[in-house]
C-alpha cells in the first residue's frame, strides 16, 4: 500500500539549535516527496519537493530535506530554529497509481520552537 | 503568485442542510482537489478532478459530490449535512506536481 507515516505528533526544540521532522515513505517506483507547512488557521504552503537529482533538496525560509532511498526516508531540517517556525508540517508522497499531482499525505507533526 | 480562494472562512450549517464550498484558482491549472482535515487524520483527499467536467473519487467520497462547470472553479456539495461533516475543509489546485492551497473552510454542523 501507498503510505506515508509521520512518526512525531509534536517535536520541541529551542531557538537557535538544530531541528528535524521525521517522515519515511512507501511507494511503488520512484517517489516524488513533499513538504508543506501549515501556521494556524491557515491553509498549507509548500516548502519543497523532491522529485529527482541531488539527494539534499532546498526549500523555503531556511529549511531543506534530505531524500535517502535506502531508508525510505525524507526528513526536513534546518540548521537553526526560530520562534516563528512554530507551526504543523505534513509530508506527502504523490500517488503513483494516477497520471495526475494526487497526493498522500502523512499525519503532520506540530513543532514547538522554546525561546 | 497562484491564488486559490475559498468561498467562506467559516461557516456554521444545521443536519439536513444541502452545503456548497465553492474553491477558485486564478492559475488556468487542469488539476484541482477537496480534503478535510481532522486532528490526528492530517489530509483526506475527497475528491479530484482534473479537467472541466472530470471528477474522481479520493479516498473518503461518502456524503459528497462535486461539480467543475469551468476550469477555474471547483466545488464541494454535502448533500444532506451530518455532524460528522464537522471539520476543515481545503481546497488546492496544482502544475508541476507542486499543490497550492486555499486558506481553508472550517464547517460546524449542528
Known amino acids: 500500500a501507498q503510505s506515508v507515516a509521520q512518526p512525531e505528533d509534536q517535536v520541541n526544540v529551542a531557538e537557535g539549535n538544530p531541528l528535524t521532522v521525521k517522515c519515511t515513505y512507501s511507494v511503488s517506483g520512484n517517489p516524488y516527496l513533499f513538504w508543506y507547512v501549515q501556521y494556524p488557521n491557515r491553509g498549507l504552503q509548500f516548502l519543497l519537493k523532491y522529485i529527482t537529482g541531488d539527494n539534499l533538496v532546498k526549500g523555503s525560509y531556511g529549511f531543506e530535506a534530505e531524500f535517502n532511498k535506502s531508508q525510505t526516508s525524507f526528513h526536513l531540517k534546518k540548521p537553526s530554529a526560530l520562534v516563528s517556525d512554530s507551526a504543523l508540517y505534513f509530508c506527502a508522497v504523490r500517488d503513483p497509481r494516477y497520471n495526475t499531482d494526487k497526493l498522500i499525505f502523512g499525519t503532520g507533526t506540530r513543532l514547538q520552537v522554546f525561546p | 503568485d497562484v491564488k486559490v480562494t475559498q468561498s467562506s472562512r467559516y461557516l456554521v450549517k444545521r443536519t439536513g442542510e444541502k452545503v456548497f464550498l465553492e474553491c477558485v484558482q486564478d492559475m488556468d491549472h487542469e488539476n484541482m482537489f477537496w480534503y478535510r482535515q481532522d486532528p490526528g487524520l492530517g489530509l483526506r483527499l475527497i475528491y479530484f478532478s482534473y479537467d472541466v467536467k472530470m471528477k474522481e473519487k479520493g479516498d473518503i467520497p461518502e456524503g459528497y459530490s462535486v461539480s467543475r462547470e469551468k476550469k477555474e472553479r471547483f466545488s464541494l456539495i454535502l448533500e444532506s449535512a451530518s455532524t460528522n461533516q464537522t471539520s476543515m475543509y481545503l481546497c488546492?489546485?496544482?502544475?508541476?506536481?507542486?499543490?497550492?492551497f486555499g486558506p481553508g473552510t472550517r464547517l460546524l454542523v449542528l
Open positions: 488546492a489546485s496544482s502544475f508541476d506536481e507542486t499543490q497550492y
